[in-house]
């Protein structure tokens, strides 16, 4: 009877972390340079759009996930020529892009899908896993995006701590002068890294339509860009503890979505509002405890100490 809740349980948590995981990991790389992206959730939603229009054009999902992680870095090109080149302020550049980008995948459903508030169903990407491993019951309920966002936990805690890269994109969230001293360019870091972000937050939005769902509609990101923010935030900027937090988030959606089945009469959106009372309590009792990037939020002029 345990099995019966818990394998489900932890399969659907892994599901739902794993959007939240890919976009926190870009929160990570913007952060870190000294970058604010609040605009994460418009980078979601434009790749959880475009992903579904790749796919429903060229009939591959592979295809709609490039699609998606294209137009994210896109999205975070235009908020980074906006927070570092204009030196906007960058929550509000952040909200713009929030903005832009709820309006604009709207806006592009009719004409392209000829149907209104949310897409065609489009091919997703399939499962299939090798034979000796079909005998496990959690793994044959994930997907592919679930194996990538572990992997590439793994592979943004090693380029940010463990390479040079890494030590160059800490040193200009840091102290950007003392490394623009150096030789760094801390512009072209800083780029770099807003690029990534978006990138990573489009494939978060890819994972959570064709990868879950496979099609888009209206709201179907529901602030899990703002979760991922806070899972970020919750994992004080570092990857591991990134995956941990987006972990606790996701289970609190998994647990909605089971606990709907229990005999408890409670209203749905007791429900529904789990993982966003997990987020606010997660932030209130640790966002003191927590240091983020010296320079974050910061605008770097050269020349300035």
């Not at 491993?133 to 590439?152: H, M, R, T």
């Not at 489009?202 to 879950?212: E, M, N, Q, T």
């Not at 009469?265 to 993982?275: G, K, R, W």
């Amino acid at each position: 009877m345990d099995n019966i809740i818990i394998v489900p349980l932890l399969a659907a948590t892994l599901r739902m972390a794993a959007p939240l995981i890919f976009a926190g990991l870009g929160g990570v790389f913007s952060e870190k340079s000294g970058v604010v992206n609040i605009g994460l959730e418009g980078m979601m939603i434009i790749g959880a759009f475009f992903a579904v229009f790749g796919s429903y054009t060229t009939g591959s999902p592979i295809i709609g996930i490039l699609f998606a992680m294209v137009a994210g870095g896109v999205i975070a090109a235009i908020h980074g020529f906006l927070s570092i080149h204009l030196r906007a302020d960058q929550i509000i550049s952040g909200t713009a892009i929030n903005l832009f980008a709820t309006a604009l995948a709207s806006f592009l459903i009719g004409p392209i899908f000829k149907t209104g508030g949310q897409t065609n169903i489009v091919k997703g990407l399939s499962y299939n896993l090798p034979g000796f491993l079909k005998n496990v019951p959690i793994l044959n309920s994930l997907n592919w995006f679930v194996i990538l966002a572990i992997i590439l936990v793994f592979v943004s805690n090693y380029v940010i701590f463990k390479t040079p890269l890494g030590l160059r994109i800490r040193a200009v969230g840091e102290h950007p002068s003392a490394a623009d001293t150096l030789g760094i360019s801390v512009y072209k870091m800083r780029y770099l890294c807003v690029i990534i972000s978006g990138v990573l937050a489009g494939l978060g939005g890819a994972a959570l339509s064709i990868g879950i769902t496979p099609l888009y509609r209206d709201g179907m990101v529901a602030g899990r860009g703002f979760i991922a923010l806070a899972a970020m935030i919750f994992g004080n900027w570092k990857p591991f503890g990134t995956m941990w937090a987006c972990m606790l988030f996701a289970f609190g959606t998994a647990f909605q979505m089971v606990a709907q089945g229990f005999s408890i009469s409670l209203p749905n959106e007791f429900y529904q509002s789990i993982p966003y009372i997990l987020t606010m309590l997660a932030l209130a009792g640790f966002v003191g405890k927590t240091e983020a990037p010296r320079a974050d939020g910061k605008p770097y002029v050269k020349g300035e100490r």
